[in-house]
């Protein structure tokens, strides 16, 4: 079994900051990608940044210059700090691995969200 735990979400006053943390627990051979999706309500989930194994990094327009994404890989955790925070930021925000698993089965797993709201 594999488990992705997240952690750091919270109410922010708009130009706040925040600081998300994803930990992945389990039977874990290898994590290739990490990332951070959001759905707002009513929205469709979005990608807003995602991290490889060699840390090359990827970032959705909206967030560029504002948003960090980084990890451990010697803990199996990703975090994304947010800076210059907006209210259209306010979503769930949601942590993602595609890793490999023991006996190395490739998988793409979720973590259970945590609301970050942003207000004007």
């Known amino acids: 079994q594999v488990q992705l735990v997240e952690s750091g979400g919270g109410l922010v006053q708009a130009g706040g900051s925040l600081r998300l943390s994803c930990a992945a627990s389990?039977?874990?051979?290898?994590?290739?990608?990490m990332g951070w999706y959001r759905q707002a309500p009513g929205k469709q989930r979005d990608l807003v940044a995602a991290?490889?194994?060699?840390?090359?990094?990827n970032y959705a327009d909206s967030v560029k210059g504002r948003f960090t994404i980084s990890r451990d890989n010697a803990k199996n955790t990703v975090y994304l700090q947010m800076n210059s925070l907006k209210p259209e930021d306010t979503a769930v925000y949601y942590c993602?691995?595609?890793?490999?698993?023991?006996?190395?089965?490739?998988?793409?797993?979720w973590g259970q969200g945590t609301q970050v709201t942003v207000s004007s």
């Open positions: 993602n691995a595609d890793l490999y698993r023991y006996p190395l089965v490739r998988g793409e797993y």
């Open positions: 389990g039977s874990i051979f290898s994590i290739n990608v």
């Open positions: 991290i490889t194994r060699g840390a090359s990094t």
